[in-house]
C-alpha cells in the first residue's frame, strides 16, 4: 500500500486517455488483493469440503460427507432428545396420571397435535368439531357415544367402536316412521308427547335408547333427549337413520360409522386388566398397532381437553 | 476565448494537480501521534474513564444478586431491583432510539464527540498507542528507529512486553462483555478452570481477536474505512456545527519563524506542524474538514501550546462554525436550529416512554386467547361454550397465589378455574378455561367478556384482560 503513489503525473499509466482521463497503473490497496485471494481460497475449501459440482448423476460428495438429509436428522435427534424425559415418563404414567399432572398435561397438549392431525382431525376436524352434515361425532362438546371418561376415550381409540342401530324399513309402516320422526325431534327439544313415548316402547326402541330415551354408552346408543345430533336433526335424515340403520349389512342404505381400531393390542390387554387376568393369554398374534400405547395417551388426553372430558 | 477541447484538457490537469495534493491514508503509515497535554487531552481522558464502567460495572451487587444482568437463557434483564421481560422490549427499543438521536443531535451540534472522546474504537486504540510510545518511542522519528534498530535482548523485550499488554488489555475486553450475560465472579472461576460454556468462550476470542486487530494493528483504519457511523456522523452536520477547525483567514500565509522571530507579513500559522504530529488519525486539519477528522481537539490543544510560546492569541485552530470561519457570524443558537429541536424532541418522547415504562412496568403479563376452531360448541343442554387459554407471567419476586373470574356477559358460567393457581416467579401458568352461557341468553354473534385475576397473597394488583364471547347468529 505504501507504494501507492497519489499523484496521477508520478504514476505510470496504460496508455489509454478519454479526454485527457488517463488509466492509472495503481495497484488495489494489498488488504483487497489478498482478501480477493483468501476468498478464492475460501471457495477452493468449500468446494474440497462439501458437496459442490453436480454432475450427471448426483454430485460430489465432498470431504466432510454433508447433506442436507443429515442436518435434518441431527436437528429431529436434538428435539427427541429434548422430548425425551417428557416421552419416557409418559410411557411409565396412565392417561390419568397425565391428566392430573400439570406440567405433563399441559406437554401432552403442545405436543400432541400433530399426531391428532395426522390420525384423527381429517374425521373430527381439527379442534374436535367435524365439518356440519359430514356425521363424524363431534368431541369437544359433553355428549359421548361411549363414554367420556379418560379410560374410555382410551379404550375408543384403541379397540375401534362401530355404531349398531338395526334398519327398521321392514318393521315400521310409512304412518309410524313419520310419527318417530316427529317424536324424536319433539324429544330433542324437551316437546315429546305422551303418544310419542308410547309409539317409542312399543317399537322397543327403549331397548337401546333406554326407557328414559338417554341412550346406553355401553353400547353406543346416543341420548335422544339431549340437542346433539348424531348425525343430522333435519326430518329427511332422521327418516333415513331410523328406516336404514346404522351399519346394518342387511341394507344397503344403511349409514357407516366406524370408529378404526388404533391399537387392538392395548385393547385385548385392557380387557384382560379388567377381568384380572394376565394379557399374554389373550394375545393372538393378529393384534394390530397403528399408534402406540404412549400416542394412545396422549391422543386420548388431547381429545379429552378439547372440553367434554368427564 | 480558448476553444472547448482546450479547456477541457485545462480543467483535467486542474484535477490532477488538486488529486496530487490529497492524501489518502490507507495505512501505508504508520500513525505515530505525539502526546501533548492541554483541555481536550483532560477531557478525552475523562470520556475514557466512561468505559471503567463497562470493565467494573459486572461486579456490582445488588440483593446479594448481580445487579445488571443480561440474563439470556431465562430471558431476563436485571437492572438493580427491576426485573424486564421480554415483554418489555418495547421499552429497550426508546433506549436504542434515545442514544441513536442523542449521537445525531451532539454531532449536530458539536461534530463528532462520540467518536473523538467515546468511541471504543479510539478509546481502546489511545490505550494501546499510548503503551506502544511509552515503549518504542512517541514521534515518527522514534519509533523509525526502534524499528531499524537490530534485534536485541532489550528490543525482544519491549516487543514482547507490548504484545503482552495489549493482549491482557483484549482478553479483559471480552471477559468483561461476558459478564453482563452471567454472573461475572462465577464467569472467571469458569474461565481459570477452563469449564466456561461455548458461547463464553467464543465471546473471549472474538473480542480478544477483535480488540487487539483493531485497537493494535488497524487503529485510525478502522475510522476511515470500516465505520458506518463516521460517514453518518458527517452527514449530520450544518453551518451551525461546531467542529475543530484552522482559522486559514488569520493564519495565512503560512511561514515559518525567522531567527526565532515571527515573520512579517505572513499569518499567524508558523508551520511547526504540532498539528499533524498529534492528530491520531494523521490528518493535516489546516486543509480543512475531512473524514479523517475524530474531533477530538488534540490539534487545538497542541496549536494552543505553540500560540502560547510564540506569544500569539490561542485559537488559530479551535472549535468553530463554518458560518464564524466564513461569514463571521457566530452559529445560530440551538433553540433556533429546527433540526436540533427536533431531535430534542424526540429524545424527550423517547427518554419519558422509557421513564413512563419503567414506572408503570406491570408486576404481571396476562393474556386470554380464545379458541378459534371451532369458535364455539353446542353442548347436550343446549347452552353455548367457548374455550379459552390464558397465560399468565409473574413478573414480580415473589410467587403468587391467583383466583379467575369472569365479568360483563350476564349469565356466564366460568368452568375449569375453581381451584387457586400457585405461579412460581419469573414462570408463565397456561390454563385451559370454558365459559357456558344459555343457548337462549346468547343473543349476538360477539358479546364482550372480561377476564379477571385477582391475587390473593399480595399486593392489590388489578389484572383485566377484555375478551370475547362467540355465540351463533
Keep these: ?310 | 476565448m480558448t476553444d472547448p477541447e482546450n479547456k477541457s484538457s485545462i480543467s483535467t490537469i486542474d484535477i490532477y494537480e488538486d488529486v496530487s495534493d490529497w492524501d489518502v491514508n490507507a495505512g501505508g503509515n504508520k500513525v505515530v501521534a505525539k502526546r501533548m497535554t492541554g483541555r481536550f487531552r483532560n477531557l478525552k481522558w475523562f470520556g475514557m474513564s466512561v468505559w471503567l464502567i463497562y470493565f467494573l460495572g459486572p461486579y456490582v451487587r445488588w440483593d446479594g444478586q448481580q445487579a445488571v444482568l443480561f440474563d439470556i437463557p431465562n430471558r431476563q434483564f436485571h437492572f438493580f431491583n427491576v426485573t424486564v421481560y421480554p415483554q418489555d422490549i418495547w421499552m429497550l427499543s426508546l433506549t436504542l432510539l434515545f442514544f441513536a438521536i442523542l449521537l445525531a443531535a451532539v454531532t449536530s451540534i458539536a461534530g463528532r464527540v462520540f467518536c473523538g472522546y467515546f468511541c471504543f474504537q479510539t478509546v481502546w486504540t489511545d490505550v494501546y498507542t499510548w503503551i506502544e510510545t511509552r515503549l518504542e518511542g512517541d514521534t515518527p522519528q522514534k519509533a523509525m528507529k526502534f524499528k531499524s534498530a537490530p534485534l536485541s535482548a532489550e528490543k525482544i523485550g519491549r516487543i514482547t512486553l507490548k504484545h503482552s499488554l495489549w493482549l491482557i488489555i483484549a482478553m479483559l475486553t471480552g471477559l468483561s462483555f461476558a459478564a453482563w450475560f452471567t454472573d461475572a465472579f462465577q464467569l472467571w472461576k469458569d474461565y481459570f478452570t477452563l469449564q466456561a460454556a461455548m458461547p463464553a468462550w467464543i465471546v473471549l476470542a472474538m473480542f480478544t481477536a477483535g480488540t487487539y486487530v483493531f485497537a493494535g494493528f488497524m487503529r485510525e483504519q478502522v475510522c476511515f474505512w470500516l465505520c458506518p457511523y463516521a460517514r453518518l456522523q458527517s452527514v449530520m452536520y450544518d453551518q451551525d456545527t461546531l467542529l475543530p477547525a484552522y482559522d486559514a483567514e488569520r493564519g495565512e500565509p503560512r511561514g515559518k519563524l525567522k531567527k526565532g522571530q515571527l515573520d512579517s507579513g505572513k499569518g499567524s500559522c508558523i508551520d511547526c506542524r504540532m498539528c499533524v504530529a498529534v492528530c491520531p488519525t494523521g490528518i493535516d486539519i489546516r486543509k480543512g474538514q475531512q473524514e479523517g477528522c475524530i474531533t477530538c481537539g488534540m490539534c487545538i490543544d497542541a496549536c494552543d501550546t505553540i500560540m502560547e510560546k510564540t506569544n500569539q492569541p490561542k485559537g488559530l485552530v479551535r472549535y468553530a462554525s463554518y458560518k464564524e470561519l466564513h461569514h463571521n457570524h457566530d452559529s445560530a443558537p440551538v433553540f433556533k436550529r429546527p433540526r436540533v429541536m427536533i431531535y430534542g424532541l424526540i429524545l424527550m418522547i423517547s427518554f419519558g416512554g422509557v421513564v413512563y415504562g419503567f414506572m408503570n412496568l406491570s408486576p404481571t403479563e396476562f393474556h386470554v386467547v380464545p379458541e378459534r376452531q371451532p369458535l364455539f360448541v353446542q353442548l347436550s343442554d343446549g347452552s353455548i361454550q367457548n374455550k379459552y387459554t390464558l397465560r399468565l407471567l409473574n413478573k414480580t419476586q415473589h410467587p403468587i397465589e391467583v383466583q379467575y373470574r369472569i365479568s360483563g356477559l350476564e349469565g356466564a358460567t366460568l368452568h375449569g378455574l375453581d381451584d387457586l393457581v400457585h405461579i412460581e416467579p419469573g414462570r408463565i401458568n397456561q390454563l385451559t378455561a370454558f365459559v357456558r352461557v344459555e343457548e337462549d341468553a346468547v343473543n349476538q354473534a360477539i358479546s364482550p367478556l372480561v377476564f379477571t385475576a385477582d391475587v390473593i397473597n399480595g399486593p392489590d394488583i388489578q389484572i383485566r384482560y377484555e375478551s370475547m364471547f362467540m355465540g351463533p347468529n
Design chain 1, 1 to 310: 500500500m505504501s507504494d501507492n503513489k497519489n499523484n496521477p503525473n508520478e504514476v505510470s499509466d496504460t496508455g489509454h486517455e478519454w479526454d485527457g482521463i488517463r488509466e492509472l497503473e495503481n495497484p488495489p490497496p494489498r488488504w483487497w488483493t489478498i482478501s480477493l485471494y483468501l476468498s478464492g481460497l475460501f471457495v477452493l475449501v468449500y468446494f474440497i469440503l462439501y458437496p459442490s459440482i453436480p454432475l450427471v448423476t448426483g454430485s460430489t460428495k465432498g470431504l466432510l460427507g454433508w447433506t442436507q438429509i443429515k442436518e435434518y436428522h441431527r436437528g429431529l435427534e436434538e428435539i427427541q432428545a429434548v422430548r425425551a424425559p417428557f416421552e419416557d415418563r409418559l410411557a411409565e404414567m396412565t392417561a390419568q396420571e397425565i391428566l392430573e399432572d400439570d406440567e405433563m398435561r399441559n406437554y401432552v397438549i403442545a405436543s400432541t397435535r400433530v399426531l391428532y392431525g395426522d390420525n384423527c382431525a381429517a374425521c373430527h376436524g381439527v379442534g374436535g368439531q367435524p365439518v356440519p352434515g359430514s356425521g363424524y361425532p363431534i368431541l369437544n362438546n359433553d355428549d359421548w357415544l361411549f363414554g367420556g371418561t379418560i379410560d374410555k376415550i382410551v379404550e375408543t381409540l384403541a379397540g375401534g367402536r362401530a355404531g349398531m342401530m338395526p334398519a327398521h324399513a321392514n318393521l315400521l309402516t310409512e304412518e309410524e316412521t313419520d310419527k318417530l320422526v316427529k317424536f324424536v325431534i319433539d324429544a330433542s327439544n324437551g316437546e315429546a308427547t305422551e303418544a310419542g313415548w308410547k309409539l317409542y316402547n312399543e317399537k322397543g326402541c327403549f331397548a337401546c335408547h333406554g326407557a328414559d330415551g338417554k341412550g346406553n354408552q355401553m353400547l353406543g346408543a346416543p341420548n335422544l333427549t339431549d340437542r346433539i345430533w348424531r348425525f343430522s336433526g333435519e326430518p329427511d335424515e332422521v327418516r333415513r337413520t331410523i328406516m336404514h340403520g346404522v351399519n346394518d349389512a342387511s341394507d344397503p342404505r344403511t349409514r357407516i360409522a366406524i370408529m378404526p381400531a388404533f391399537n387392538e393390542r392395548l385393547a385385548v390387554k385392557l380387557e384382560a386388566e379388567e377381568f384380572g387376568d394376565d394379557p399374554e393369554d389373550y394375545f393372538d398374534g393378529t393384534e394390530t398397532e397403528r399408534l402406540t400405547e404412549t400416542e394412545i395417551k396422549k391422543l386420548a388426553v388431547f381429545v379429552h381437553q378439547f372440553g367434554g372430558g368427564q
